[in-house]
T-cell receptor, first 113, second 114 residues
Framework: EADIYQTPRYLVIGTGKKITLECSQT?????MYWYQQDPGMELHLIHY???????EKGDLSSESTVSRIRTEHFPLTLESARPSHTSQYLC????????????FGQGTRLTVV | GEDVEQSLFLSVREGDSSVINCTYT??????LYWYKQEPGAGLQLLTY?????DMKQDQRLTVLLNKKDKHLSLRIADTQTGDSAIYFC??????????????FGKGTKLSVIP
């Protein structure tokens, strides 16, 4: 069983609010990722980190920001939520080198009204 | 560039075999993966195959790899209603500094008809 947790599972919030989606893992993984998942299923990598104080933007441009102050924690922040941010957000982690099995959290379903 | 292609939908009857196909582009991928996503959940690794293998079998699951054609398939024998989910194919192209980064396909939604 994967030890990676996302909170909240569901969030409905008004336009313009600041939100932070939490992601924590207890596996000591160096690599962590945030994916945005369309209603049509496709996964888009929006942010990743290869270790503490390392963050990179992914393939899909996103208005969100991330931080990696501790190995186990990789929060994602939206300064001003908009309806276009409505989506499922999935956090993942992996050990990195070689066999890159990724472990996923349960996801946060965000709805901005 | 990296691109992983899969058909979007597959419908089978309970008890039949399901075959989900995938093509990938990056020959540097050392491992190729199948992930399963059940409704309302994150992705879970189902199985993987090392790039120097042609086939891997694990209970009801059989993975076939044609490295020449960059084609990967997942066969589920005796498909059950509990197998209804979205299945993602993923490759792991080399991304530099000794690291490999997962690239996912768009997912195949498997529907099992009782």
């Amino acid at each position: 069983e994967a030890d990676i947790y996302q909170t909240p599972r569901y969030l409905v919030i008004g336009t313009g609010k600041k939100i932070t989606l939490e992601c924590s893992q207890t596996m000591g993984h160096d690599k962590m990722y945030w994916y945005q998942q369309d209603p049509g299923m496709e996964l888009h990598l929006i942010h990743y980190s290869y270790g503490v104080n390392s963050t990179e933007k992914g393939d899909l441009s996103s208005e969100s920001t991330v931080s990696r102050i501790r190995t186990e924690h990789f929060p994602l922040t939206l300064e001003s939520a908009r309806p276009s941010h409505t989506s499922q957000y999935l956090c993942a982690s992996s050990a990195g080198q070689g066999h890159t099995e990724a472990f996923f959290g349960q996801g946060t379903r965000l709805t901005v009204v | 560039g990296e691109d992983v292609e899969q058909s979007l939908f597959l419908s089978v009857r309970e008890g039949d075999s399901s075959v989900i196909n995938c093509t990938y582009t990056d020959s540097s991928s050392t491992y190729l993966y199948w992930y399963k996503q059940e409704p309302g959940a994150g992705l879970q690794l189902l199985t993987y195959i090392f790039s120097n293998m042609d086939m891997k079998q694990d209970q009801r699951l059989t993975v076939l790899l044609n490295k020449k054609d960059k084609h990967l398939s997942l066969r589920i024998a005796d498909t059950q209603t509990g197998d209804s989910a979205i299945y993602f194919c993923a490759e792991s192209p080399y991304s530099g500094a000794g690291s490999y980064q997962l690239t996912f396909g768009k997912g195949t939604k498997l529907s099992v008809i009782p």
